[in-house]
């Protein structure tokens, strides 16, 4: 298996399968923490309310163990995104693509194969087509706002900004129909922003772009 594809499925799922039990551990913790409060100091008969006392100990010891925990996630979050970006930059791509972003839709050209177009139409969102299992290298640039290409699968996601052409490699599993979103906030119609990755098969791929190219 390329190492684009371990980089974005294995990688940030590793990262997700940390920030998880972490997670439900914070919120167990929460959860718990406000029953006792609920409980213990609850209103009740002949009960006098105190005046609460500092426990600077206490406080400490709880902000030092946030911000171990939030030291951890950022490293690792880090190291899965540099290891993703030392892929792509050494990485061979296979197929390139051009996706150009706009207001509110997709236009995904092919360098290989002059005048094939995949572009947003009315009421029909349009369908990247890419080889499986090979490292494709996406060069993206907006015509206007900022957008953003997700595809959640594949564990990526990448800004276009505008006067920026944004280059990145990705791999997508054979077989399976990606759905990808414009994951900022854009305007009005920002919601109609979506696409379809139909992930052929190689062979299957060159029986296709031979017929586009025909």
Known sequence: MPHSLASTQHEFGRVQDLYLPVGLA????????FLFAVVRYRARPGR????????????????TVI???VAVLLVVTLRANADITDSARHGRP????????????????????PGVIDRTRPNRPPVLHV????????????????HAFW?????YK????PDTTRTFDLVFPEGEALSGHCAQYCGLKHSD??????????????????????
Do not use: C, H, K
């Open 193 to 214: 922003m979506v696409f379809t990755v139909d992930a052929m098969a190689p062979a299957e791929f060159r029986a296709w772009a031979a017929e586009a190219r025909r």
């Open 94 to 113: 296979g197929f390139a693509v051009d996706v150009l972003t706009y207001r509110w839709g997709w236009q995904f050209t092919y360098p290989s194969l």
């Open 67 to 69: 911000a171990g925990i």
């Open 131 to 146: 080889p499986a299992e090979t490292t494709v290298r996406f060069r993206m640039r907006t015509e206007d706002v900022v």
């Open 158 to 161: 990448a800004d276009a900004w």
């Open 26 to 33: 914070v919120l167990a913790i929460v959860v718990v923490a």
């Open 151 to 155: 595809v959640p699968a594949v564990r």
């Open 48 to 63: 006098v309310a105190r005046p609460t006392r500092d426990r600077n100990v206490l406080e400490a010891a709880i902000a």
